[in-house]
């Protein structure tokens, strides 16, 4: 049987585990739906391509708190360093590799299937 002083961090414990199961099945509904939701679109390739187009105007803010959780950054940084002479980013987005290439880098070509997220690119 646990004793009196043990019970505040008995419960702070169960709360804790609450709150992260909570937040846990909420992740996964919102995984699962929207693997639901592309499993059912007839036309898949217009569907995630219409999603880039109208998502390149906010992509940069709505992926700023996992960028630097994750320290992509600083990924970015060393891995970038790399780069030597002509380069093909494929996917490159809304270009947050751009500033990361070192002047070693002579040509670079940037491929992306959204214009709109190009267009914020360069």
């Not at 049987?1 to 709360?15: D, K, L, Q």
């Not at 929207?34 to 390739?45: G, P």
């Not at 380069?87 to 992306?112: A, C, H, I, K, Q």
């Amino acid at each position: 049987m646990a004793s009196v002083g043990n019970w505040p961090r008995i419960i702070t414990t169960a709360g804790v585990t609450y709150a992260i199961a909570v937040y846990a099945s909420y992740k996964y509904n919102n995984m699962t739906k929207a693997q639901t939701t592309l499993r059912d679109v007839k036309d898949q390739k217009t569907f995630l391509y219409n999603i880039h187009q109208n998502q390149a105007e906010s992509y940069d803010i709505q992926t700023q708190k996992r960028e630097f959780s994750n320290k992509l950054g600083q990924y970015r940084k060393t891995l970038l360093s790399y780069a030597d002479g002509q380069v093909l980013e494929m996917g490159v987005g809304t270009g947050v590799n751009l500033p990361f290439y070192t002047s070693r880098v002579t040509g670079l070509v940037g491929v992306d299937w959204s214009d709109n997220m190009l267009l914020k690119a360069f």
